[in-house]
């Protein structure tokens, strides 16, 4: 009797015909995908991955195997995987056109999604199992001819994922989510409230993951209800479990901060049953200030127009000091009591501490910045800060001269050379001439702000220049005065920032991914009309997060907000929490006039110059100490400005020059 294959398939059929057929499958698939998706795909969905003779073996015997098409497709802002089985194949009597339906898998949402472990064989074909949040795992899917690699990097592009510690050959599709999920568990909330499953795709007036299945197999049933039909209009009841949800979170907190101790005993005013009625008499004897309102803005519900949801958090309502008062800059006598005989500072978290609440005059800004900024450590004394100063303005020099020396006729054979240089020449001219550091023809520090961009651009080759870049290099040259120095300093930010200018834009990406959590952890309701609006990507905060809202306030109030986000106090992340700040200080206008994505993108470009500086930072910092580690886990590791993580396979920047603003 002939022993059965197992998992050896190196005789399999599809595996040798893959072989054969390798690329030029490929192309036959490319080729061929504008047809065989038009009909199958519904409008408005886009195929971001295809991927032919992938197989599964619902058996132990090779020859009992199913071939198929494996799809990503993008529907709005959600992501959804196919395995669709090729018609009139089968291999083998045994199976049936039943065993084929059943092992298709039909429209998942990465939502569902838990992980996905890659397997190599010793062959070199590769296989993948993708594991449920249920803990159900499909079957085993077999990359004959390549293809995994391109369908993590795919994934990647518009989920969160992210190597597993434990495993390097596991993939977590957003993990970032279950230290929410752990908290949420340890606070003890109701079951019905902490495990509530996320809104479905439907709600944001795309495809439910019922109705994409049903137009990709061409058999939506009638009978089918959509969870769209049933629950959409349950959102804006009065009783809202994410309102719910994020009240209990507020009390929980309680325990562990002194303002949200404060923000809970408003919130549970009437209760006195909850262990918090000390607490609330404490409190009940101080009048806090009203928080700053900005009228001219934040206009109110047009008549007729349905009410807006109420937010979560009372945002602009609650009588409560959601932040500390900003205090006065930092000054040159009180600098130097940061400062030991040598220079060195002597306590860097009370510096930051005091910088994060008033910022720095300018006077002393050129000594500060540099700190600031990682240019010059905290522990570095005058003797070696002057050192590093002179060593660096002979690199800057050496890097300088490398574009300098170039003629012009080696020009005219350097095509890079001649873009960096028409496109920096463009935009220096551009920049910030209203000030009168910059103003007027001929201007020696235009010109430097152009020799500086030139500089950078053969010093990280790589990134090169992109538009938006001389908008971050204007105030670091206006305050330090001094080529060399501005420039390290620009490079110093510029390992942070860096990745905002990526080609991939997966810097951009992942902070816009980010802020669209906080929302949804800090204002559900918000997120809920964003989604349903199609607005999820956030493209119409680009530009805040871009260049940091150079763009949004008069300069030296950008000045300000650059050094509270700099020090890192609360959060590397501060900048996010802003954009969140703002947003929800607008919601009702944003609600209530029914604002789509085009009319959001020119309401947010339209706010530049008519925003409240202190308040909103006072917000931000609210709200970031309200979100506590639930808002650390909505972002990503090495989600920029954090530096980035090291990885001596990957290179740095994938970028070409693209105009991204």
């Not at 015997?61 to 802002?77: N, V």
């Not at 340890?186 to 795709?201: D, G, M, N, W, Y």
């Not at 005091?354 to 905290?378: D, M, N």
């Not at 980010?514 to 949804?520: G, M, Q, R, T």
Request: hydrophobic share 35%; aromatic share 10%.
């Amino acid at each position: 009797m002939q022993e059965p294959d197992l998992h050896d398939l190196s005789d399999d059929a599809d595996y040798a015909a893959s072989l054969q057929q390798g690329s030029a499958s490929m192309m036959m698939t490319r080729s061929d995908s504008g047809k065989s998706t038009s009909s199958s795909v519904p409008e408005g969905a886009e195929v971001v991955y295809l991927k032919d003779n992938v197989t599964i073996h619902p058996t132990q015997y090779a020859s009992e195997r199913i071939s198929g098409r494996l799809k990503l497709i993008k529907q709005g802002s959600s992501l959804f995987m196919t395995w669709i089985p090729y018609k009139g194949q089968i291999t083998n009597a045994s199976l049936s056109e039943r065993d084929r339906s059943l092992y298709t898998i039909r429209a998942v949402p990465f939502t569902d999604v838990r992980s996905i472990r890659r397997y190599t064989r010793t062959l070199g074909w590769q296989y993948i199992i993708v594991v449920l949040s249920s803990g159900l795992a499909f079957p085993s899917l077999y990359f004959y001819n390549g293809g995994v690699k391109e369908f993590l990097a795919t994934i990647k592009q518009h989920v969160f994922i992210a190597r597993s510690l434990e495993d390097a050959n596991v993939f977590l599709v957003n993990d970032f989510q279950n230290p929410f999920q752990r908290t949420l568990s340890s606070l003890k909330l109701p079951v019905s409230i902490a495990s509530r499953p996320s809104a479905s795709v439907s709600d944001g007036g795309e495809y439910s993951s019922y109705e994409l299945q049903g137009r990709i197999d061409g058999s939506i049933h009638e009978d089918i209800p959509r969870p769209s039909q049933n629950h959409g209009r349950q959102k804006h009841k009065s009783h809202d479990p994410a309102r719910d949800l994020t009240i209990q979170v507020l009390e929980k907190f309680s325990l562990v901060t002194k303002f949200a101790r404060d923000t809970s005993s408003q919130l549970f005013r009437e209760s006195n049953s909850n262990g918090y009625g000390a607490i609330e008499r404490k409190s009940s004897s101080h009048s806090p200030p009203d928080i700053p309102h900005e009228a001219s803005m934040d206009a109110k519900v047009a008549p007729g127009e349905g009410p807006v949801p109420s937010d979560p958090l009372e945002f602009d309502k609650m009588t409560l000091v959601w932040g500390k008062p900003r205090q006065p800059p930092l000054g040159s006598e009180e600098w130097e009591i940061f400062l030991d005989s040598e220079g060195r500072i002597i306590d860097s978290k009370a510096l930051k501490k005091r910088i994060f609440y008033g910022g720095v005059e300018h006077s002393t800004c050129k000594e500060v910045w540099p700190l600031l900024l990682g240019y010059h450590a905290y522990d570095s004394t005058y003797a070696e800060r002057e050192y590093l100063k002179s060593t660096k303005k002979s690199e800057y020099e050496i890097v300088k001269q490398q574009w300098q020396s170039i003629s012009t006729e080696q020009a005219k054979r350097f095509t890079k050379f001649r873009e960096r240089k028409g496109r920096i020449d463009k935009d220096v001219v551009r920049t910030d001439r209203t000030l009168s550091f910059y103003e007027g023809d001929d201007n020696a520090n235009v010109n430097i702000l152009r020799d500086i961009l030139l500089t950078y651009s053969f010093y990280n080759f790589d990134l090169g220049y992109c538009q938006g870049m001389s908008d971050l290099l204007s105030p670091i040259l206006f305050v330090m005065e001094d080529e060399s120095e501005a420039f390290w300093c620009f490079v110093a930010l510029m390992a942070r920032l860096g990745p905002n200018f990526n080609r991939d834009q997966n810097g951009m990406h992942s902070q816009l991914f980010a802020l669209s959590k906080l929302v949804e952890l800090l204002d559900s309701p918000l997120h809920n009309y964003f989604k349903q609006n199609d607005c999820l990507n956030y493209f119409f905060c680009f530009r805040w997060v871009l260049i940091q809202f150079k763009r949004e306030f008069e300069y030296k109030k950008t000045m300000r907000l650059w050094e509270v986000l700099w020090t890192h106090y609360l959060s590397e992340h501060l900048h996010l929490y802003v954009c969140v700040a703002i947003l929800k200080r607008y919601r009702n206008k944003i609600m209530g006039e029914h604002m789509d994505f085009d009319t959001l993108l020119k309401f947010t470009n339209e706010l530049s110059g008519h925003i409240d500086l202190d308040s909103i930072l006072r917000d931000a910092e609210a709200l970031c100490i309200c979100a506590g580690e639930n808002g650390a886990a909505c972002i990503p590791p090495g989600t920029p400005p954090s530096l980035p993580i090291e990885n001596e396979n990957a290179l740095l920047y994938t970028q070409e020059e693209d105009e991204v603003l």
